[in-house]
T-cell receptor, first 112, second 115 residues
Framework: SQTIHQWPATLVQPVGSPLSLECTVE??????LYWYRQAAGRGLQLLFY??????ISSEVPQNLSASRPQDRQFILSSKKLLLSDSGFYLC???????????FGDGTRLSIL | AQKITQTQPGMFVQEKEAVTLDCTYD???????LFWYKQPSSGEMIFLIY??????QNATEGRYSLNFQKARKSANLVISASQLGDSAMYFC????????????FGDGTTLTVKP
């Protein structure tokens, strides 16, 4: 079965600092990969998704970017963090509309 | 318009009783999948149950069942014999064939099981 590794679990960063969150997938090849953000007590907002190496689609305009340098690696980045970037970030993989998505354990990002 | 609507921000249920969490969805795609996930306070997303748009029978997984009413576009989750460990946030989600397999999530329902 698939396993999603996501780190770090918790991150506290000052406003204006850069960001790099990494996600790697085990147990499958050529997955669709997704980055979600979740505000406290709310649902998941899709930020980026990727159907293959180097292929990134952005769902909402924002201060963040994503990259997929390898088949099972997905990276979320920012050059300068804003206060509004705070939240819980989840990486997920999934293929097909009849399969559930597999999620990492998430990164709780606090911007000070 | 929201694609997934969960109208119950919070629900309470007595231990050992059954509870229904509501979910309605909106799509024009004939082929789609509906999913329920559980998110405990620790944050991980746990897949519970799946219902395909062409499935004739309601899905069941242990204590979880999905009350699928296609004409009404509803996919309610029923949890039987609630346990204290069921206290968590529950999300309904949909994946559409025409939407590159992306999931659309509702805003969730926080379930609290009382002893």
């Amino acid at each position: 079965s698939q396993t999603i590794h996501q780190w770090p679990a918790t991150l506290v960063q000052p406003v204006g600092s850069p960001l790099s969150l990494e996600c790697t997938v085990e147990g499958t090849s050529n997955p669709n990969l997704y980055w979600y953000r979740q505000a406290a007590g709310r649902g998941l907002q899709l930020l980026f998704y990727s159907v293959g190496i180097g292929q990134i689609s952005s769902e909402v305009p924002q201060n963040l970017s994503a990259s997929r340098p390898q088949d099972r690696q997905f990276i979320l980045s920012s050059k300068k963090l804003l206060l509004s970037d705070s939240g819980f970030y989840l990486c997920a993989s999934g293929q097909g509309t009849n399969q559930p998505q597999h999620f990492g354990d998430g990164t709780r990002l606090s911007i000070l | 318009a929201q694609k997934i609507t969960q109208t119950q921000p919070g629900m309470f249920v007595q231990e050992k009783e059954a509870v229904t969490l509501d979910c309605t969805y909106d799509t024009s795609d004939p082929s789609y999948g509906l999913f329920w996930y559980k998110q405990p306070s620790s944050g991980e997303m746990i897949f519970l149950i799946y219902q395909g748009s062409y499935d004739q029978q309601n899905a069941t997984e242990g204590r979880y069942s999905l009350n699928f009413q296609k004409a009404r576009k509803s996919a309610n989750l029923v949890i039987s014999a609630s346990q204290l460990g069921d206290s968590a946030m529950y999300f309904c989600a949909m994946r559409e064939v025409t939407n590159a397999g992306k999931s659309t999530f509702g805003d969730g329902t926080t379930l609290t099981v009382k002893p």
